[in-house]
């Protein structure tokens, strides 16, 4: 079976991936953002969910249900512009990888 990349912006990112051949789920709060990936979490043809994080604060809210199969993936992404402070970065990752892995993994 097919899956497909979705993605979950505001109306300023979701046009950046319009130009990237995607078809984004536009959302100007994080109320519209949950409504659109609760449909989509329901929808077996997506494989992964990019989500604008500012509009899912949670990386990995306790809601979502998955499937046996470990899909979809939801993939947080920074808004473009937006600066972090030295060693933010890293700490977000290790923290999505601890969510995935069950366990804190060394980056170095």
């Given at each position: 079976?097919s899956?497909?990349v979705?993605?979950v912006?505001d109306?300023?990112?979701?046009?950046?991936?319009r130009l990237?051949?995607?078809?984004?789920?536009v959302?100007?709060?994080?109320?519209?953002a949950a409504?659109h990936l609760?449909?989509?979490?329901r929808?077996?043809r997506?494989?992964?969910?990019?989500?604008q994080?500012?509009?899912m604060?949670?990386?990995e809210p306790?809601?979502?249900?998955?499937s046996k199969?470990?899909?979809?993936?939801?993939?947080?992404?920074?808004?473009?512009?937006?600066?972090?402070?030295p060693?933010?970065?890293?700490a977000?990752?290790?923290?999505l990888?601890?969510?995935?892995v069950?366990y804190?993994?060394r980056?170095?």
């Amino acid at each position: 079976m097919s899956r497909f990349v979705g993605v979950v912006a505001d109306p300023v990112v979701a046009l950046g991936f319009r130009l990237a051949g995607l078809e984004p789920y536009v959302a100007d709060s994080a109320e519209r953002a949950a409504n659109h990936l609760d449909g989509m979490l329901r929808d077996a043809r997506w494989g992964i969910i990019l989500v604008q994080e500012d509009l899912m604060p949670d990386p990995e809210p306790a809601s979502i249900t998955r499937s046996k199969s470990g899909l979809p993936i939801l993939v947080p992404f920074p808004r473009p512009g937006r600066e972090r402070p030295p060693g933010e970065a890293e700490a977000y990752v290790t923290e999505l990888l601890r969510r995935a892995v069950g366990y804190r993994v060394r980056l170095r």
